[in-house]
């Protein structure tokens, strides 16, 4: 392998992002606790120039350590996009662990760490350098999801989140692995040369591509993959769901597109049918099982199982589409719908974790009962995010949506977008709930204590952001779409 | 921009600043905010009546902005003469929305407000968008204040109507946006309405792209079947919520058949014409039926608003420019006087905390301004020659006796009934023995409500005695609509037009007794 020590350039926002994670987990045990809001500090400040960087290697792409790593604008969209989650998670994180007295300094640490991996992801172009990335991911997310070490809940979800991530991080890497042998590489472009002009009538590159379909598709959580999902969101203090439920997946998703159009490209008529079901089965189980939801954090864990079926929609028309711009159309819709989820999910997330009742979590839907009349600009935030991920323009959601069938129509798969577009109005039903309950139910007098809400300058530029973003790109997409017409990946 | 003044951009726009102001804005000065809001919208609206070109069949007072460059979608206005007087309209009625909610809502009357004023801001943009996504982007937008309109401030089972209200039109309206996309890829990639509106599509694309439009307008007209929504709305949502409901909402079902479905889907809205007839005139004589059992005077209301909205349909599918024209005189005088009548009702509910006709007996004596207007309205709405409601509804028949002579002699039938219940309303409500326990609350109507339904009586006999200034402004662009869509009789339709409405004799066409000033 040739090295350069360009090539550690290349990758210098992942070493930052590394290096402030080690000093982070170097500074915990010697700082006294009044002292450890600088770790939060110290990490945000990373991750801002980190972001510099990404968008300064936008426009150049390049790969790194004899083609492992790849930094070319794809990689760049979703590296930003996840630095961007990642300072939001941090400044949410960082009202919500003294709330829920979490004083662990190294939390920042594990942020930043799972961030490293997420970035190692999306910019790999080895099979085996995206596997380390995902475990590098998932070991700091299981912590993460265990942190609340005196709530029996979040035990369960860190232990269900280890037991199954593990397993399927076996699937990838058997997946990888019979691609090995199949292909004799692990080399996106390399396993794409020796694959073009194969079928799956060869049983090792068939049994490959369901593995690694089944394991990306535990990472992504689509149904039938998805079982971890709710009881993990549910258990995980409320700051670490909002950063798995954004961040994890826009990761795996970087990664997944990734792998299949540059890598297993030749094999999309293929490899389409299978996400098509996946999709499907997303799109209905996501959306009915959402209805049925007494806890928020656990309706907001099947609502983003439904919405990873949306970006799917994407992934499907990508494959099945015979045209170029089809095809790119596809992934772009899937990229935009990921992005403009973020800001949507992250600012929902935000709200259930400013709710408190007593000293826990204020997470059953129950207790948003009149939050209109007692927190008049929290309810209205909060009716934001939920018509936008209901899909009702003008919000980010609408845009999302709107991209998505667009992709699936110009497939030729518009029965999929009618399906699709029903279950949307079906998923209105949960969102519109959370509505209904904060402005037209009445608090019962009754119940003791009324859930408050936690405030703090860095909650609120949080909430901010989120709003700004849903609202903006809902009125006035056209740079994002750029952004992410620039940067897509083209079949190979 | 192609135009030098931005008329519907401000049109638009002025009501959603104005929402915002109302956020900042004292308590105390919520409602004179929004009061002046909406009459500076109407102001801002009046001088398009006059500017407007009826000689033009085109869209007129254009705006085009790109909005998003890939796929091609643009900020795009415009009125032709049928989106005009609907527009007009819209502002007309909402300072009227404003001072009835004056002091029947009294809690959170500052988002009560807010959401009358967005709510006016997307209707008009419904109205007067030429881009198919733009129409999309303010058709659902109205979906969220509307449900919050009836949701909170509505009555003791709101939140059932408000959701039911709300899935009913967003499960219409999904299908709407999948045909867009369809529409988008057939007919040269481009969302424009106008160029839409001219392009060929294959005639068994055009049967799929019907029914999925049909979906989104038949709920909103609402066109029997799918009308089960419209009672639950009306009777419970706040007096404001039920006449934009009625007067403007219902419009929009009517409105998208006419700038949507006919013209681009011409082939397909022929073949469906039949059936189309057969819906509207199952919905006028069921509607009036059901409204002549109806005990609650809201819900009787609503279901005379189903039979008119009938009328609507049935003339828009008869392909002549009296049905036409009819019905979109029809959307008119029907948001003028189902208006009045919802707010005649707010008005007396106000007082006496009941909606039912048994409890609001015999008004005359205590109330008689209050009578003599609700009687304006009552007449206005069985179509009594001199008041508007003849007029669309008497070209509407005319337009269907053309097509067919059953269909014309079936939906007679309806204004026969409108007649029973709605005089069988007025001899309980205005003529009935009063009940002595309401007595003391029925005082006659103050200032401010006069000054809510005064306006509205003027324009019911404004349009009823002289309807041609309405009529001369949709004639070119109702033409345009017919000339897309060639049927046999329209021929005869159009040569009987000029005779129709400027003779009170016609020749080989049924005479129509125009009312003349």
């Known amino acids: 392998m040739t090295f350069s020590p360009g090539d550690l350039f290349l990758i210098l926002p992942e070493l930052l992002v590394i290096t402030a994670a080690c000093l982070v987990l170097v500074l915990d045990p010697v700082l006294s606790s009044s002292q450890k809001d600088g770790l939060a500090w110290l990490s945000l400040g990373t991750l801002a120039i980190c972001m510099g960087l990404i968008a300064s290697q936008m426009d150049h792409a390049a790969s790194a350590f004899g083609g492992i790593v790849i930094i070319d604008a794809y990689a760049c969209f979703w590296r930003l996009l996840l630095c961007f989650v990642a300072g939001l998670t941090v400044l949410l994180s960082h009202t919500y662990l003294r709330e829920e007295r979490l004083y662990f300094g190294e939390y920042y640490g594990f942020v930043l760490l799972s961030l490293s991996g997420m970035m190692v992801m999306v910019s790999a172009a080895d099979l085996l350098t995206i596997y380390l990335g995902t475990e590098l991911m998932s070991l700091s997310l299981y912590v993460m999801a265990g942190l609340k070490r005196s709530a029996p809940r979040s035990l369960e979800a860190s232990a269900k989140y280890f037991v199954l991530g593990a397993f399927s991080s076996g699937i990838l890497l058997y997946g990888i692995s019979l691609l090995y042998g199949a292909t004799g590489s692990t080399r996106l472009p390399a396993i794409a040369a020796a694959i073009a002009g194969r079928s799956l009538d060869d049983p090792l590159l068939l049994a490959a591509t369901v593995l690694l379909a089944v394991g990306f598709g535990f990472k992504l959580a689509v149904v039938p993959f998805h079982m971890w999902t709710p009881d993990v969101y549910q258990g995980a203090p409320t700051s670490v769901t909002a950063f798995m439920a954004v961040a994890s997946k826009a990761a795996s998703f970087g990664a997944f597109l990734r792998v299949f159009v540059e890598g297993l490209g030749s094999l999309k008529a293929n490899w389409s049918a299978i996400f098509l079901l996946l999709c499907i089965a997303t799109l209905v189980l996501g959306n009915i099982v959402a209805l049925v939801q007494t806890n928020i954090k656990r309706m907001l864990a099947y609502s983003s199982i439904a919405h990873a079926g949306y970006a799917l929609i994407g992934v499907v028309a990508a494959g099945v589409a015979g045209t170029q711009t089809g095809e790119t159309n596809g992934i772009t819709a899937v990229m935009l719908y990921l992005a403009l989820y973020a800001f949507m999910t992250f600012g929902a997330f935000t709200i259930v974790a400013m709710l408190r009742k007593g000293g826990l979590d204020g997470d059953e839907i129950e207790d948003f009962t009149g939050l209109a009349a007692r927190h008049p600009l929290a309810a209205l935030l909060m009716l934001v995010f939920m018509v936008s991920l209901a899909g009702i323009p003008p919000t980010a959601g609408f845009i999302g949506k709107f991209y998505v069938f667009m992709a699936a129509v110009e497939a030729g798969l518009t029965w999929l977008a009618v399906l699709a577009l029903v279950f949307a109005a079906i998923s209105a039903y949960y969102y519109l709930r959370i509505i209904m309950v904060m402005y037209m139910r009445e608090p019962d007098p009754l119940t003791a204590a009324s859930p408050r809400l936690i405030m703090s300058p860095a909650l609120s530029i949080v909430l901010a952001c989120a709003v700004a973003g849903v609202v903006f790109f809902g009125l006035y997409p056209g740079p994002l779409v750029n952004l992410a017409g620039h940067a897509v990946l083209t079949f190979k | ?517």
Request: hydrophobic letters at 55%; a neutral charge.
């Open chain 2, 1 to 517: 921009m192609t135009h030098s003044f931005p008329w519907l951009t401000l049109l638009i726009v002025l009501p959603l600043a104005g929402a915002v102001a109302l956020c900042f804005a004292k308590e105390t000065s919520v409602r004179l905010i929004a009061l002046g809001t909406a009459a500076a919208d109407l102001l801002l609206s009046l001088p398009l009546w006059w500017l407007f070109d009826s000689s033009s069949g085109g869209m007129q007072f254009n705006e085009t902005a790109l909005w998003i460059s890939t796929p091609p979608i643009h900020y795009r206005l415009g009125l032709d003469g049928i989106s005009l007087p609907l527009v007009l309209m819209t502002t007309m009625l909402m300072p009227l929305c404003v001072l009835i909610s004056w002091r029947s809502i009294d809690q959170r009357i500052r988002s009560f407000m807010a959401m009358l004023l967005v709510m006016e801001g997307a209707m008009i943009g419904v109205f007067a968008a030429l881009d198919f996504v733009l129409f999309y982007v303010f058709w659902e937008a109205m979906l969220i204040p509307m449900y919050l309109l009836i949701g909170v401030w509505g009555g003791p089972n709101r939140i059932y109507a408000a959701v039911k209200f709300f899935l009913y039109t967003l499960v219409g309206s999904v299908l709407l946006l999948v045909a867009i996309l369809v529409l988008y890829f057939q007919s040269g990639h481009t969302f424009d309405i106008v160029q839409l509106s001219q392009a060929a599509v294959p005639a068994s694309l055009q049967f799929w792209l019907f029914l999925a439009f049909f979906a989104a307008f038949a709920v909103k007209v609402p066109m029997f079947p799918f009308h089960t929504w419209l009672p639950d709305a009306h009777v419970e949502a706040p007096t404001a919520g039920s006449v934009i409901l009625a007067s403007v909402l219902l419009k929009m079902g009517g409105y998208g058949f006419v700038r949507f479905s006919l013209p681009m889907l011409p082939d397909a809205s022929m073949a469906f014409a039949p059936l189309m007839i057969t819906l509207s005139i199952v919905a006028i004589i069921y509607g009036a039926y059901m409204a002549l059992a109806q005990a609650d005077l809201k819900k009787l209301i609503a279901y005379s608003s189903v039979s008119h909205m009938g009328f609507v349909t049935l003339g828009l599918f008869t392909f002549n420019i009296q049905g036409i024209e009819g019905a979109v005189m029809q959307m008119v005088n029907h948001g003028i006087t189902t208006g009045g009548l919802f707010l005649c009702v707010g008005v007396i509910y106000e007082r006496t905390h009941s909606r039912q006709i048994a409890d609001n007996t015999g008004l005359t004596t205590p109330m008689p301004r209050y009578a003599t207007l609700l009687v304006i309205f009552a007449l206005s709405s069985l179509g009594l020659p001199g008041t508007n409601s003849f007029v669309g509804e008497f070209m509407v028949l005319a337009g269907t006796f053309i097509w067919s002579k059953l269909a014309t002699a079936l939906a007679s039938l309806g204004i026969i009934l409108a007649a029973a219940y709605m005089l069988w309303m007025i001899q309980r409500v205005a003529f009935g023995l009063p009940s002595p326990h309401m007595l003391p609350a029925l005082r006659d109507l103050d200032r401010r409500e006069m000054a809510t339904l005064i306006p509205l009586v003027v324009l019911v006999f404004l349009i009823g005695i002289f309807p041609n200034p309405i009529l001369t402004r949709m004639h070119a662009s109702v033409n345009q609509v017919l000339a897309r869509t060639s049927v046999p009789t329209a021929a005869t339709a159009m040569r009987a037009d000029d005779q129709l409405l400027t003779a009170p004799t016609g020749g080989d066409s049924p005479a129509m007794e125009t009312p003349r000033p």
